[in-house]
């Protein structure tokens, strides 16, 4: 008696790991329906503390960042990273201290002896060549942080004359990048390239037309794009970068401070001398949708997409708790004509700064799940997050879920609460397999929530890819099914994929 009770125990245990490993385990490959169609997502590929500090001793690999990002090729496309936000790879004034915003060179991606340095925070022009080459060769595009708005760390001083006033200063406003000799470029840079400085316009200058009126200063010496000169340089440059270097696309830092009639020539410009779709993507810090609209359309450019500040304000609200209601409307991305525009996100190099800002310290996975998993947008996932702050784990089940399930149309269901938000992807027609039921809760109480929804994919059974709520669920002959997530900060978000039969 005894001996066959234990049997039967064991007998259970076996049959229950068996069926939990089938189920739950994110690694096997026959759980996963066919990709028909790529989604794409970005990762941030740094953040601001990187290489420094007590980072460096942790994670010494990330001094030379062009030869890790070669290292994670593999992995990162296995998850289905699509494209890498790389950081100004350019010289910047404090050399190889500069994180890289602080643009002193923009033809020099560690390739000349200047600013103290050859190589740039990051490597050397050849090591970012290489890791470049062998992120294509995974499948992965690589985008350029261009901070165009200044430049700092000038060569010299020169008399320059400020506009409205009698007397003259000696100012350090002269270029002339002794390094590098004049490859790839013959320009120097002197007073008549900048409007000025620290808010004081040079003699015959006028700021240049932004977004937000007399907006157009920011740091260092402001670059004048009215100057054909510096409007040459810079669109020869976006298009070595793009056509020479191999980049796919651009970040641009501080769009909102930028002439923007030149961003939108800039873009053309370099968008029609190449053969690739080259991806744009606008930094404009703007919190309220409509103005993030309105600066979208003031640039006027087809091409250029925007970060969702507006939905990241929500992410804000709900580290406190928010009606969840409203992750329907929230954000750019919800926005009836600019939808795919929004380039959506979580935390990055600014929202999440050592000392400064703390970035979104709870319910994180709830945001993330959701970029994830969206119709619209195109999701950036931040490195610190993944390699830093430990999400790796489990955000890479919401990586393998965008990657394998999350096609088709989005529909919103008509149940959602203060607590719980769901939302379902259909699948594609083409595809067995696809589709998933999106579920984030918000509430602290830890009980299981069950919602009726349509998942638009009538007897199929799914379950929990996340593996917070145990078990399956069929739909019935219609597609409803009786879907549950936990109400849990730590556990709070369930993503139902089909059974691969
Ligand atoms: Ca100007
Ligand atoms: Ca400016």
């Not at 060179?105 to 200047?114: A, H, I, V, Y």
């Not at 810090?285 to 969702?308: G, H, M, P, T």
Request: a negative charge.
């Amino acid at each position: 008696m005894k001996k066959s009770f234990l049997y039967q125990l064991i007998l259970i245990f076996v049959i229950n790991v068996t069926l939990v490993g089938c189920v739950f385990n994110p690694n096997m490959k026959d759980n996963f329906p066919p990709v028909s169609r790529n989604n794409e997502t970005i990762m941030q590929a740094f953040y601001w503390e990187m290489g420094t500090g007590e980072y460096l001793k942790n994670y010494p690999e990330e001094e030379n960042l062009w030869l890790l990002l070669a290292q994670k090729a593999p992995e990162l496309s296995e998850v289905g990273i699509t494209a890498l936000w790389l950081p100004p790879a350019n010289k910047g004034a404090a050399g190889g201290y500069d994180v890289g915003y602080g643009t002193y060179d923009l033809w020099d991606l560690g390739e000349f002896n200047q600013k103290g340095t050859t190589r740039t925070k990051y490597g050397t022009k050849k090591e970012l060549e290489s890791a470049i080459a062998a992120l294509h060769d995974k499948g992965i595009k690589v985008y350029y942080d261009a901070a165009l708005n200044h430049r700092m760390g000038a060569d010299a001083t020169e008399i320059v004359k400020l506009k409205g006033q009698d007397q003259t200063i000696s100012a350090w406003t002269v270029f002339n990048f002794p390094g590098r000799n004049n490859k790839y470029s013959e320009m120097k840079w002197n007073w008549q390239h900048f409007d000025g400085e620290n808010w004081n316009l040079f003699e015959g200058k006028t700021w240049d037309w932004t977004f937000y009126m007399d907006n157009d200063y920011l740091m260092g010496l402001d670059v004048d794009y009215e100057n054909p000169e510096v409007q040459k340089d810079v669109t020869d440059w976006g298009k070595w970068i793009i056509n020479e270097i191999g980049f796919d696309g651009f970040r641009l830092d501080a769009a909102k401070h930028i002439d923007y009639r030149f961003i939108n020539s800039w873009i053309d410009d370099i968008q029609n001398n190449s053969d690739k779709d080259v991806f744009f993507v606008g930094e404009a810090w703007i919190e309220d949708v409509s103005e993030l609209a309105r600066f979208l359309e003031r640039v006027d450019n087809e091409d250029l997409k925007v970060f969702d500040f507006p939905l990241r304000s929500f992410f804000v609200d709900m580290i406190d708790g928010a009606d969840l209601r409203n992750l329907e409307y929230v954000g750019l991305v919800n926005k009836f004509a600019y939808k795919d525009k929004a380039v959506t996100f979580v935390d990055n190099h600014d929202t999440n700064r050592d000392g400064e800002k703390d970035g979104i310290l709870r319910r994180k996975y709830q945001a993330y799940a959701y970029i994830l998993t969206r119709e619209h947008g195109t999701p950036v996932v931040f490195w610190k997050d993944y390699y830093i702050w430990g999400m790796k784990e489990e955000l890479d089940k919401l990586l393998l879920a965008r990657k394998y399930f999350a096609y088709g149309p989005g529909y919103e269901v008509d149940n959602n609460d203060e607590d719980v938000y769901s939302y379902v992807r259909a699948g594609l027609d083409e595809v067995e397999g696809d589709g998933l039921v999106l579920m984030i809760s918000d509430g602290e109480s830890g009980e299981i929530i069950s919602k009726r929804i349509n998942s638009r994919q009538p007897n199929t059974t799914f379950y929990d890819y996340t593996g917070h709520v145990q078990g399956n669920i069929i739909t019935d002959e219609r597609g409803y099914g009786d879907f549950k997530v936990k109400k849990s900060e730590n556990e709070g978000w369930s993503v139902w994929v089909p059974v691969i039969e």
